[in-house]
Each structure stands twice: as C-alpha cells, then as structure tokens.
C-alpha cells in the first residue's frame, strides 16, 4: 500500500532504532494509533472482560494471511478496466502502482492517509459491527475486535515500511517475510502476495512458487503495463 503524495524521500535505516524513528515521523501510524487508542479507551471503560473474548485474536490471527491475500490480489493489484467511456479504477490502484513503480520511496510504502479513514471505517467499524450482530457478540466483544484489528493494522504497516528500508533481517521469520516480498517486487508481481507472514496465504492459494521456476517479470515495476 501506499500514500497520496510521491517523494523521493527514501529509507535508509540500517538498525531498528532508526528505521522506527523514520516510522513514526510518516501521519499514518499515528492515525491508526489515535483509533487503536480510543477504541481501547472504549473497551477498558465498558469492562466486563470474559475469558470468551480470548477466540477474538485467535481469528484475527489466522484470517489475517488470507484477508491480507485477497486485498492485495483484488484491490491493489486491481487492473484498470473501460467501460464505455468510463475508465474503471480507484486511487488505491493506482497509489499502488506508484508504490511498484518505485518500491524504496518511503512515503509511497504506507496506506495513504486520504484511504486509511475509508479503511478504518470499513474495516475498523463497520466489519467489527457486522460480524458483531451475525455471531451475538456484545458490544464488549466487539470493541475488543476493534482493538485487535487496529494492533494488526499497525503491525502490517511496521512490516511492510520495514521490508522496504535498508534493515537486513536477523531472525529466519523475518528474513522469510522479507525474501517473499522483495520476489514480489523485483521478481515477479504474480506471486508471493503475503506482506506480514512468510507465506501461509501464498502457500494454501498457489502464489507461492520455487523461485528457480519463476521468469523475472517486465512488469514487476510496470503493474499491467500501465505506465507505457
């Protein structure tokens, strides 16, 4: 994902402390904390904690993979499409085009912040509610799905900045992590479209194949072409 406006600002911390503090000088963590924060707030001053609400993270955690894949599939990697006159196409799209176009442009890295209200309303407000009246959560349950969503909106966009900086990886989770999305990008768009696992969702989907057997794409930075 990306943001509104092009730069040539350009990551290049080499340790995690600098990478963070490159982090948080960009709106859209903070954004994202300001929700995560008055959703706890709400959820702390109603109380009643139950053991039950422990199932709320364990399904986040695991549709997370999924949800993620098909985002990135059906809503960044959206190609442009007439109809008519009408050009089909949203600013995600395109913002994640640019995003392709030029991966080390820091500020082209992050949910650009004229999206993110959208998102967060969509799937910070609306989704929680939603599944809320579908399965009988209380308005506990809900605010505490609300809190979660928020921790892994804000954990996808600390993985994602980071894979894009100059930090090399020092743990074989991450390294995993970072490989997959670097072959996104500089090998080939087709495929390995986890961003915050190592793989699951590409695995259980058929986007995860032997790099050996991958040709290096022409369009990894030219999404559909577009840019010709």
């Not at 979660?148 to 894979?163: D, F, K, N, P, S």
């Not at 990894?220 to 840019?227: E, F, M, T």
Request: charged share 20%.
């Amino acid at each position: 994902m990306t943001t509104a406006r092009a730069t040539t600002t350009r990551a290049r911390g080499v340790t995690l402390r600098q990478a963070a503090r490159e982090f948080w000088r960009h709106p859209t963590p903070w954004m994202i904390l300001t929700y995560l924060v008055g959703a706890l707030a709400a959820r702390i001053a109603l109380g009643g904690f139950a053991i039950r609400e422990i199932w709320i993270p364990v399904a986040v955690l695991a549709l997370l993979p999924f949800i993620e894949w098909v985002i990135h599939v059906f809503v960044l990697h959206w190609k442009p499409r007439d109809l008519g006159p009408v050009r089909l196409d949203t600013r995600l799209a395109r913002d994640h085009r640019r995003h392709h176009a030029d991966p080390r442009d820091v500020d082209l890295v992050f949910i650009p912040t004229r999206s993110l209200p959208w998102a967060l309303a969509i799937l910070g407000v609306a989704a929680p509610l939603g599944i809320g009246v579908l399965v009988g959560t209380p308005l506990t349950g809900t605010l505490s799905f609300m809190v979660v969503g928020a921790l892994t909106l804000l954990g996808y966009e600390w993985v994602h900045y980071l894979v894009h900086t100059d930090y090399k990886p020092r743990t074989r989770l991450y390294k995993a992590v970072w490989r997959n999305h670097r072959q996104h990008h500089f090998k080939n768009e087709h495929y390995w479209f986890s961003v915050t696992t190592s793989g699951i969702s590409d695995r259980v989907l058929g986007t995860y194949p032997d790099p050996a057997n991958v040709e290096t794409s022409p369009t990894a930075k030219n999404l559909h072409g577009s840019l010709n």
